[in-house]
């Protein structure tokens, strides 16, 4: 595969990406503008704000009720948590304070019978949010659940209220949902983005290419043995493309599969990233376990090994990168994920731990992707690491196929 229609000559710019070669062995016909890519690359993640375009909270309807008597409030917060279990739909809720005081004279909505809710000896009500007010959760079934609840809130008069869709990110956003139900406060994620080129190799747009069409090819055959489409693998980049400065040499020769294996394990963790990570993690075990054996003089093991233990030129071996030391390499430092589709959240947290450099997908995950799509977990300053990740552009024909159900977490 290549792609030599995209190649432009460049005689005087000094690329970015060129890293310790001398300028006479950079061959500039090679490199490919980053704009001529027909990959995005996932940076500075923007998070979704809870407010709309006149600076007003996305509200939805949730079911209140106003105390009579301070000895309801237990009994309100067993019916909240009852109903919780029994109802998935109430994750809309979690964002949301169980309890609001309010003040009739604040121009609050309080909801009916406010003045006769108001507790002995306080100036304001209390309200407690039961539930999102879902079609099937009507007035009467409430108040039904509330019966059944305890006699002590048999008798109170549900209303629905509108409330914010999402917990607050900013004072600006806090406040403008105060007004309506009090929110939790998370502030927005700081993201980094450490890494900046101009230009491309030429050599690693046709080896990323490759990485992407084996990675599409195991989804395939993981299709056909009744698994998700799901699949990814892990590679050391070939020694003619340079590691950018600041990186340690990648273990050599590294290749490590995964594709998911839900179906077939019953596990819902097993998605094909984490099948991947856990095998480098196995690979490397095993390495270093063959060599505690080579030096306890059992040469002949070492030479079974089907992975390459050592190179000419020094180079670290899979052995010499024990992920279980301190200060040794990690389980995927300077290495490569190529990926079908977008980590979820669970697998871009594997990812930050392995250490991996970075991660090319062929398909955005808008439900559930932690690389961007729902949130940049790969670039997150509270983290230890980051990584770069790029998407193919949905328009190439490599992207085609592989569909998944909203529901599903690739
Ligand atoms: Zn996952």
Known sequence: MTFNENVVTYESDSPSTSTNSTKSSTNYSNLIPIDCLPFQRIANVIEPTCLDENNEPYLFNAWIVNLTSPVQTRDLIRFSTHHRLEDKKCERTKHLRRIRKAFPYENV???????????????????VL?????????KDKVKQLLSRTSAQVTDLDPYILKVPSRRATTGEEYNACQKYWPVSFTPKAQ???GFTYDYWDVRKLDWVMNGLDKAKSLAYEAKSRGELPIAAHVSSPPIEIPVPPGYPPP?????????DTRCSSGNPL????FNCVRKVGELRYKADAETTTINGNDNEKRSSSTQPNTTANNTPTLSGLNAC???AEYLCTSL???STHEPCMMCAMALVHSRVRDIYFLKKSTSSGGCGSVYGVHEMQN????????????????????????????
């Not at 039961?130 to 009507?138: G, V």
């Not at 193919?392 to 977490?409: A, F, M, T, V």
Request: glycine share 6%; hydrophobic share 35%; proline share 8%.
């Open 109 to 127: 909505d309080c909801g009916p019978h406010t003045a006769t809710s108001n507790l002995p000896g306080l100036d304001y009500c209390i309200s």
């Open 325 to 327: 030391q301190n200060g």
């Open 130 to 138: 039961l539930a999102e007010a879902t079609p099937d959760l009507t």
């Open 251 to 259: 273990t050599p020769n590294m290749t490590a599969l995964g594709y």
């Open 336 to 338: 490569t994920l190529f």
């Open 383 to 410: 983290l230890n690491h980051h990584f770069e990740a790029w998407c193919l552009n949905s328009e190439h024909p490599l992207s085609n196929g592989l569909d998944l159900d909203d529901h599903i977490s690739p």
């Open 191 to 193: 993201f980094v983005n």
């Open 270 to 273: 097993n998605h094909a990233i």
